[in-house]
């Protein structure tokens, strides 16, 4: 009697291994069949680089910014780009300063000869239509900070179409960007 409870105990011990292999081996063709389909599906995706972000993010906001009528220049630009723009629009009007001031606050600072001065933010007209960036490459320059972009923007008017060609310096700042200078040619 002894005997048959010894082979029975035996016998229930195989079949429960042979059970937890299968189950072992169902696991595992689950989890390859799994991996299998999550490749299958998976879309090849590219991180976009630092510069890559800086591009999309600055045609984002500079066509945003002709949406408005009060502009974002505050929002989308360093404080000393936003001031230094500021004084170039107002150069010998009422309250702004002169040539000779204005190139001794920012020389140094800004390329004065590209300033835009007495004309407006990114464009020097003031009645644009429709603004859009049609093109926005990364300058070979390389900067000790930021990303120098060769931008072209195009106001589409109703009759006409003008084109401004500009060189613009975006930085980091906190999770997103800002323009820290724009030469006007």
């Known amino acids: 009697m002894m005997n ?15 059970k937890k292999l299968e189950e072992k081996s ?3 063709l689950k989890a390859d069949s799994v991996s299998t389909d999550i490749r299958a599906t998976k879309i090849p ?21 002709f949406k408005t009528t009060d502009g974002l220049i505050d929002q989308i630009c360093t404080k000393s780009y936003a001031e230094y723009k500021s004084d170039a629009i107002g150069i010998d009007y009422d309250g702004g300063l002169t040539p000779k001031a204005f190139e001794k606050k920012w020389k140094g600072k800004f390329d ?17 239509v429709k603004i859009t960036v049609v093109k926005c490459e990364l300058s070979p320059i390389k900067l000790k900070e930021g990303y120098l972009f060769e931008t072209t923007i195009e106001d589409i008017g109703a009759t006409t179409k003008t084109i ?8 980091p700042s906190k999770n997103s960007f800002l323009i820290a200078d724009v030469l006007e040619y």
């Open 4 to 18: 048959k409870f010894y082979l029975l105990v035996a016998v229930l011990s195989l079949a429960s291994c042979q």
């Open 164 to 171: 401004y060609k500009r060189d613009i310096k975006v930085v």
């Open 112 to 128: 004065l000869k590209y300033a835009g001065t007495g004309t407006g933010f990114l464009i020097s007209g003031q009645d644009w």
């Open 45 to 65: 995706t590219k991180s976009l680089s630092e510069s890559d972000l800086a591009e999309k993010w600055l045609i984002e906001n500079v066509e945003e910014n």
């Open 26 to 28: 169902d696991a595992k």
